[in-house]
């Protein structure tokens, strides 16, 4: 079963899906292709809300949410290894192309990063360029900077 439900973050809308009893997506807005799942605000949902808030609030650096991932091998590794980046830090699309065992998957990774289906939870805004500059965040280079100096990581 998949449920839904809208909160209100200092960024923006952000929905978060239920499915099977684990968080499947959180993003930015509300998407054409989920308003047919039924709005329910489940004991789960409820608890990927406060741990949300309490992120925006700065009371909480790590989630606690069981979460279920959709996606190839490749972009679950990624996903896995932005969860082991801590609060306040960054790595680059390259270290985690490392990390991963696919040195030269730098843009793969990127193309992970693009396409994480649990923003703020599986943390892609924590990945920066080699340079060391803000690049490519789905939902704007604006959240990302954001995120990142709520962090304190810029």
Same mark, same amino acid.
């Given at each position: ?27 930015? $807005? ?9 709005? =329910?605000? *489940? ?17 909480? #650096? ?27 830090? *960054? #790595? ?17 990774? $990127? ?6 289906? &649990?923003?703020? &939870?599986?943390?892609?805004?924590? &990945? ?14 604006? #959240?990302?900077?954001?995120?990142? =100096? ?5």
């Amino acid at each position: 079963m998949q449920y839904r439900y809208e909160i209100e973050t200092p960024l923006d809308i952000m929905t978060i899906i239920e499915t099977s009893n684990k968080i499947s997506h959180i993003f930015y $807005g509300i998407k054409k292709e989920f308003l047919e799942i039924p709005i =329910k605000k *489940t004991t789960l949902l409820n608890l990927a809300e406060v741990q949300l808030l309490e992120y925006f609030n700065g009371k909480r #650096k790590e989630f606690s949410l069981p979460l279920h991932l959709e996606g190839t091998e490749f972009q679950k590794k990624v996903w896995e290894a932005l969860q082991m980046i801590p609060y306040g830090r *960054t #790595k680059t699309y390259g270290q985690i192309a490392k990390e991963i065992g696919s040195d030269r998957a730098v843009r793969a990774v $990127g193309n992970a990063n693009h396409n994480n289906p &649990v923003a703020i &939870v599986v943390p892609c805004h924590r &990945v920066i360029g080699a340079n060391g500059k803000l690049t490519g965040y789905a939902s704007g280079l604006d #959240k990302k900077e954001f995120l990142l =100096k709520l962090e304190k990581a810029l």
